[in-house]
């Protein structure tokens, strides 16, 4: 008789064990814990009467009563959980239908036994209610065989035996009603569920509550389970944020936090109902149930019109950089390794060219290669020691020799270089441009300050900052920093900065461009003409400088038709008209032929960069040129 109770307080502590996991869970705030808040209320309420039967023998009706409804409780609410639970983890998913007529009903019935047996009715009706169980079990077991490939096989199995070992603590309970082992075994296998199944951070990330990598995984076993027994596609949607890396040093802690948040529940409320996966820091998967491709427009497009305006509030206002990417499936992925290496492609291949629809079917996969390649070699750049500056001199028409120079980056591959139009955006899209870019600054003011580059007849270095550099909220200090730790002047640094887009000028980049303009620091606007520029908005801006941009300045000389070269000659002509209008200066580049540079005179223009004068080289030869131009 004793020996009974022994188990049922057993099952106690395996419940409270239970219900401390679910406090721990609760901390790590994962959303979904239907399973172990049950057990929670089954535990408490089961093993409290447990422990009072066992201390002191309920005699009087309703208590023993309510001693055996809690407890036998109990068995029928974990049975059920544990088959909800499977219904819910998506690989044993049995369909709605089955489900009640498996589940549901037996576990009505079971229940309807219990209080008819508890309330003494008939001892016929506690055979009943065990046989119930036992039913349920049955179904359990059978979905784990049915759907075995679905999930993990350690896990079906695991399962399958813990199912089998309850099964026979119900049969032993039955044929001897003082062993009261059924409860302990269950309190066993929910145990069992919940530390084998119940990783939060391998269902939930844990930074946004969305599902994780490891329930995406799973998902698609099944899908393709099903696929291949069923037939049917199934379309998913992928969301890609990039440089995500870069907005943590871009906007600090907190508000990137808020940026964080913001975006994520913006992408659950367009997604309207589909589930969102989180495969990676900024890489989502958007399926729905049925996971039509029409439906997967939809949300595509929603998601794009999304993106396409800002995030954040007016502290860090901001377009994030995204791509979305259509998946079908089974057709360009057959299996789970071919749909993660797919993921990885579109992902590249958005991170490169930073478009709002990466299409997979037209991928060349060569080029492809050679990306994914660059996108390697550019994050470890610095470290690996690939990265040389270069230097191009400009050449002032009116003073007649070089006055200043760009620092233009190199990237070395083996004997070859990467160029910089290829890596930098690479390096803008993965977010290593920061660091890039600070190896860039120093290396200047290394040069500076250990040529003494006045003596030379250069009065400034001309350096391209990323606009991603110029949201940095450090960027001035860091600046600064730089050029005390080589005794540069700011006024011996110009930065170029170019207008990307409409709102490139404004909120935290102009803060900035006004403070470091205080501090000393010049400014040109880089790569004018090439279609982004807004006057209205330059004129407020301090440049010192503005650069006409190569294909501007070659335009006049290189179009096709006579049409063609006249309209581009008027377009250089009204450009320079308007930048001496400013009151900047104008530097031309890409100036190459010696009719080019006669025009740029005749246009007024203060500087010359371009081939004609100088390539961009290493320091040493730029040192040896500007000397040998500038002594004449
Ligand atoms: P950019 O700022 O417009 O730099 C001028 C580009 O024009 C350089 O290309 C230069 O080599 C090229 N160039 C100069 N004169 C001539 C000419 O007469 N004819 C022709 N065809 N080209 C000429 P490069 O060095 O390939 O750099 C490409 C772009 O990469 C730069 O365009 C700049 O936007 C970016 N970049 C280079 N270095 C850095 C860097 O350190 N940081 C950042 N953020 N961007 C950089
Ligand atoms: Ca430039
Ligand atoms: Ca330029």
């Known amino acids: 008789m004793v020996s009974g109770y022994y188990f049922d307080i057993s099952a106690f502590v395996i419940l409270s064990c239970l219900t401390y996991a679910f406090f721990i869970q609760r901390l790590n705030k994962v959303e979904d814990n239907t399973i172990v808040f049950a057990s929670l209320f089954c535990g408490i309420l089961s093993s409290g009467m447990s422990i009072i039967y066992y201390l002191h023998p309920l005699n009087r009706f309703e208590l023993t009563i309510a001693y055996y409804i809690a407890s036998w409780m109990l068995t029928a609410i974990s049975i059920a959980l544990l088959i909800l639970f499977m219904y819910f983890n998506r690989a044993y998913n049995i369909g709605a239908f089955k489900l009640v007529v498996s589940v549901g009903l037996p576990l009505a019935l079971d229940i309807v036994f219990i209080l008819l047996a508890a309330f003494g009715v008939s001892p016929v009706f506690r055979t009943l209610a065990y046989s119930c169980d036992m039913l349920l079990f ?127 529940s913006e992408i659950k409320r367009v997604a309207n109902g589909a589930s969102v996966f989180k495969l990676k820091q900024g890489i989502y998967a958007i399926l729905t149930e049925k996971g039509s491709r029409e439906e997967m427009e939809v949300i595509q497009e929603a998601l794009i019109s999304r993106f396409e305006s800002t ?102 591959d083996g004997d070859k270089f990467i160029p910089p139009d290829v890596f930098i955006t690479v390096a803008e899209n993965n977010g290593s441009i920061v660091e890039i870019d600070d190896y860039v600054i120093q290396q200047v003011c290394r040069m500076i300050s250990g040529r003494n580059i006045s003596e030379l007849g250069l009065k400034y270095i001309e350096l391209n900052l990323s606009v991603s550099d110029m ?39 102009e803060a900035n461009v006004m403070k470091l303009s205080q501090l000393g620091f010049n400014f040109s606007l880089d790569d004018f003409g090439t ?71 005749r246009l007024g223009v203060d500087f010359i960069q371009g081939y004609y004068f100088a390539r961009p080289m290493p320091e040493s030869d730029f040192i040896n040129a500007v000397r040998k131009m500038n002594r004449k």
């Open 311 to 412: 995030f954040g509030n007016d502290a860090y206002e901001m377009e994030l950089p995204y791509s979305t990417c259509l998946i079908d499936l089974p057709e360009m992925a057959p299996d789970g390794n071919a749909l993660m290496d797919l993921i990885h492609v579109a992902v590249r291949e958005g991170r490169l060219y930073g478009k709002s629809v990466v299409d997979l079917e037209s991928l060349d996969l060569s080029t492809e290669e050679y990306m994914r390649q660059v996108d390697e070699k550019v994050r470890h750049a610095v470290e690996d020691g690939n990265l040389e500056v270069y230097y191009q001199p400009i050449y002032s028409l009116k003073e007649k020799r070089f006055v200043s120079a760009e620092a233009l980056l190199r990237l070395h």
């Open 471 to 509: 949201l940095q909220d450090d960027i001035s200090g860091k600046l600064t920093g730089f050029a005390e730790m080589y005794h540069v002047h700011p006024s011996q640094i110009n930065l170029e900065i170019t207008e990307t887009s409409d709102d490139t000028f404004t909120g935290v980049v």
């Open 138 to 264: 049955i179904t359990g077991i059978n979905i784990l065989i049915f759907y075995k490939k679905n999930g993990p096989t350690e896990r079906t199995f695991m399962l399958c035996i813990m199912l089998t070992l309850t099964m026979a603590a119900t049969i032993t309970e039955l044929i001897i009603p003082e062993l009261i082992v059924q409860r302990f075994a269950i309190s066993l296998l929910l145990a069992e569920v919940f530390f084998s199944l119940k990783d939060p951070e391998e269902q939930f990330d844990a930074d946004t509550g969305l599902l994780g990598l490891e329930t995406f995984k799973d998902e698609m076993r099944r899908r393709y389970y099903y696929m291949r027994r069923h037939g049917g596609k199934v379309s998913m949607v992928l969301l890609m944020i990039h440089g995500s890396e870069a907005f943590l040093r871009l906007l600090g802690e907190v508000n990137e936090l808020k940026l964080r948040q913001s975006v994520i």
């Open 531 to 601: 279609g982004y520029s807004s006057l209205s908005r330059i004129i407020m801006m301090p440049f010192d400088i503005i650069k006409l941009d190569k294909t501007i300045v070659q335009s006049p000389f290189v179009m096709d038709t006579e049409q063609g070269r006249r309209n581009a000659m008027t377009l250089l002509e009204s450009s320079a008209d308007m930048i001496q209008q400013i009151g900047a200066e104008t530097v031309a580049e890409g100036v190459e032929t010696a009719e080019q540079l006669k025009e740029m005179e």
